[in-house]
């Protein structure tokens, strides 16, 4: 190794399946990069519902991961493994994760591996991997949306909505999106939403048939599913892509699929963990191209609603749980809090491009 590193760290155990309080910090050994691989100090990690759950017992990391909760980090590369060949150590970097992002250190594939955009902390680009590229792979390769087209994107408020409205205005498309409350729909506004429809009080098919002169939007990216299904078939435009990206409203549901013939749609979906690192790799080269100019010139902005220490991960949770963020929930190492200082280990928030 390059430097002299600890035998042991903090991590995040998952003591076992259940609530927010399973989450416990303890020691163990600091990892080692295998073959392809970097590791990273770590500066901060991204809280992402995939973590929810898996803590849950309901989503276990893919064969050969690491068993920790994370999916992504940033922070400063520390060691190179056998067959790295981009990055040095002390670079400064972020990297999406099959696992073991709740840690001082976790180890990734270089492939996975993206330099921190040009004006960004590595405390705000933990928030990217995860999100950008979950929308840019469901948004913009399986759903093939293009400037002038318009978008429906479902929980705006979320790390995911506010990513993907951001990025879909920003490559020239109209979005319009669902959101809990009066706050949360002001913050879509500000991001670039033309109309955040209260679904609480708002049917979201009238209101797109509304906006839309009845035509209809021609992408829906939905991580609702329920009875959200028949109701975004109705939504869709003719030639429209219904991208699905979870099921918090649950996986089985009853619908008149006939819509999808006569309207001639397109109903798919993915998952990103599961991919191969050549996959994950391919992504992140198109997001290096083509949306890591946008934040460097601040057209898009990581949305952090706030950040807790590293060993508070169960209060993380439990707010994520609550629904009551706008954006990112981010973990923050004793490391990260010596970078930028700033930011205390109380939480902060910092917002989008006019927030």
């Known amino acids: 190794m390059a430097e002299s590193l600890p035998e042991e760290m903090i991590g995040i155990r998952i003591r076992e399946p259940g609530g927010p309080e399973v989450l416990v910090p303890e020691r163990m050994p600091t990892p080692v990069p295998g073959e392809g691989e970097l590791l990273i100090r770590v500066a901060a990690a991204g809280v992402n519902r995939p973590d929810v759950l898996q803590r849950k017992g309901a989503y276990p990391p893919p064969p050969g991961a690491?068993?920790?909760?994370?999916?992504?980090?940033?922070?400063?590369?520390?060691?190179?493994?056998?067959?790295?060949?981009?990055?040095?150590?002390?670079?400064?970097?972020?990297?999406?994760?099959?696992?073991?992002?709740?840690?001082?250190?976790?180890?990734?594939?270089?492939?996975?591996?993206?330099?921190?955009?040009?004006?960004?902390?590595?405390?705000?680009?933990?928030?990217?991997?995860?999100?950008?590229?979950?929308?840019?792979?469901?948004?913009?390769?399986?759903?093939?949306?293009?400037?002038?087209?318009?978008?429906?994107?479902?929980?705006?408020?979320?790390?995911?909505?506010?990513?993907?409205?951001?990025?879909?205005?920003?490559?020239?498309?109209?979005?319009?999106?669902t959101v809990g409350n009066a706050e949360k729909a002001r913050a879509c506004r500000e991001l670039g939403a033309e109309r955040a429809i209260l679904y609480r009080e708002e049917d979201f098919v009238e209101v797109v048939k509304e906006v839309t002169g009845g035509r209809g939007v021609d992408v829906i990216l939905d991580m609702v599913g329920g009875d959200y299904v028949p109701r975004n078939l109705k939504s869709l435009a003719l030639e429209g892509r219904l991208i699905q990206i979870a099921w918090l409203g649950g996986s089985r549901v009853e619908a008149d699929f006939a819509r999808l013939m006569v309207k001639r749609l397109t109903w798919t979906g993915s998952t990103l963990r599961p991919r191969s690192v050549e996959e994950k790799g391919r992504i992140g080269r198109a997001l290096e191209e083509k949306v890591w100019p946008l934040l460097e010139r601040g057209?898009?902005?990581?949305?952090?609603?706030?950040?807790?220490?590293?060993?508070?991960?169960?209060?993380?949770?439990?707010?994520?749980?609550?629904?009551?963020?706008?954006?990112?929930?981010?973990?923050?190492?004793?490391?990260?809090?010596?970078?930028?200082?700033?930011?205390?280990?109380?939480?902060?928030?910092?917002?989008?491009?006019?927030?």
């Open 66 to 177: 690491s068993e920790l909760p994370g999916l992504e980090v940033a922070g400063t590369v520390v060691a190179l493994g056998p067959g790295t060949r981009r990055f040095r150590v002390g670079d400064e970097v972020c990297a999406l994760l099959a696992g073991g992002g709740y840690a001082e250190y976790g180890t990734a594939p270089e492939p996975q591996v993206l330099p921190v955009p040009r004006g960004l902390s590595p405390i705000e680009a933990a928030a990217l991997p995860e999100t950008f590229f979950t929308v840019w792979t469901n948004l913009f390769e399986r759903g093939r949306l293009v400037a002038g087209e318009t978008v429906l994107v479902h929980g705006g408020s979320s790390g995911i909505g506010t990513t993907a409205i951001q990025l879909a205005r920003a490559f020239g498309a109209r979005v319009l999106t």
């Open 299 to 355: 057209e898009v902005r990581p949305v952090v609603h706030r950040l807790f220490p590293l060993e508070e991960a169960a209060a993380a949770h439990a707010l994520m749980e609550s629904s009551a963020h706008i954006g990112k929930i981010l973990l923050v190492t004793r490391y990260g809090e010596a970078l930028a200082p700033e930011t205390g280990r109380k939480g902060a928030s910092s917002g989008g491009p006019s927030a």
